[in-house]
Each structure stands twice: as structure tokens, then as C-alpha cells.
């Protein structure tokens, strides 16, 4: 979901919502306060009516509150339209240093998880071409689709590692303990 926000943020900046999604990832790991400070900005200026610049967007109360990470994801918006898809979210992933930030906010195992995911994700951006234009919503779309099916599963961890799988036709139905005897 934090890539998607990224990539939609790039195809729509004024997207509200993509940001504020992005902003609570553990990408830009933007705290609960900050984020309600923004939005009461937002508020308190649409409240009194003011038509500045400075309060019309999210993307502008960021600029005000937190400029470190406004001026990161202004870095990004120049890129776009300029460079490879998947060179924007590989740099993307490395000045957000996103295998710390998982590590982090979920563990050291799940965190490398997500770090390994992240790379296939990388790998799928740069070996496959969306249908159509090949545009950011088109790649959005593309990895939409990849999203809950498990045609590729998550990145392997190690060699010394089992996954274990169940088949079944009912979402759902996943099994909460799963005995192995033998």
C-alpha cells in the first residue's frame, strides 16, 4: 500500500489522501501529531475562508510543517515524467531507507520481509510494462492487480526456511494454528 500511495502521490500530488497515507508509512514515518496538526491547518484556513496558497493542500501544510519531507517528495516530483518508473522507486526506497524503516516499525523479521518484498516489487516495475500508455496509472493499475494475488508470493527469507500454504476456495477460512507431526 505505501508504494501504491507513493506512485499515486506522483501521477496526482494534489491527492490528499495518497499523501496522507504516505506520510503515516514507515516510509516518511510522519507521527499521528503532525499529521493532525496539518490537518487542523487545513481546516482552520477553509474555516476562515483563506485562499493562499500556503493552506489550499495537504501538500502545502507539509511544506510549512515538515520542509525535510516536503522537499524530499518534491525531489521525486521532479523526477517523474523523467526518468524509468522503477529508478524513481528504487531511489525512492533508498533515501527512505526502507529496509530500516520496516525493520523498525514491525520487527526484524517482518521488517526483512517487507524489505525483500519490496525488492521483487522493484523487480516486477522493471520486467513488466503495464497495458496501455505505460504511465504512472497505468503502473498503478498493473500492481493493483498484483495485490492480494500470491502468483508470485512473498520474497523467500533464506534457504533455511519453510513456507507453508493452505488451498482452499473461501477467503477467510485461514487456518489460526496449524499443527505438523512427523
Known sequence: NDVLAFLHFLAQPSDSL????????????????????????????????????????????????????????DEFLRMSGNYPIEQI????LERTDASAAYQLAWGEKEGALAAANLQQLVEIVATRTPEGSGSLLAYIDMLRDFKGVDEIGNAPLGTNSLTLMTMHKAKGLEFPVVILLG
Not at 503532525?34 to 485562499?51: C, G, H, N, P, V
Request: hydrophobic share 55%; with cysteine.
Open 18 to 73: 495518497a499523501l496522507a497515507t504516505l506520510l503515516r508509512s514507515p516510509l516518511l514515518g510522519c507521527t499521528d501529531a503532525d499529521l493532525m496538526k496539518m490537518l487542523s491547518e487545513m481546516q482552520a484556513a477553509y474555516a476562515l475562508r483563506i485562499t493562499s496558497l500556503h493552506f489550499t493542500s495537504l501538500l502545502a501544510v507539509v511544506q510549512e510543517i515538515l520542509p525535510e519531507t516536503a522537499k524530499l517528495l
Open 89 to 92: 522507486l528504487l531511489r525512492f
